[in-house]
């Protein structure tokens, strides 16, 4: 190991890299026609929509976080949705206006019955209780 791995902490070997598996079934967000699917689906169980900017230290770090921290508890009862919002410019425009949401990045949308339940922005996603919002 070389003086900035010894210093970072850093291994070069495979046996200590650990893969990590979300619990969280994502749903690529690719097109405005999902929309009307988002808002039937959000009529009997809850709808996230989490926005990310894959150009975004901040915004790889919360999606991180929130994947990591994700409740397995819940993970039947919301069906997730990943926008990435560079690649899909035009969805993540009309997210806002659909959802009446301002933009922003990172950001995560909960859809109930249609309509924006909450939403919250940067590092405020990872202090969402999802397990006590849905039951």
Known sequence: MGIFGNIFNKSTEKSEKKEMKSVINWI???SISQFEEIKKKSKSKVVGIF?????CVISRTVLKNFDQGFPESVSNKIDMYYLDLLSYRD??????YEFQVMHQSPQLLLIHNGITALHASHYDITQINLEKIIK
């Open 28 to 30: 690529p967000l690719t």
């Open 51 to 55: 926005k990310h900017s894959t150009r």
């Open 91 to 96: 969805v993540s425009n009309e997210v806002g």
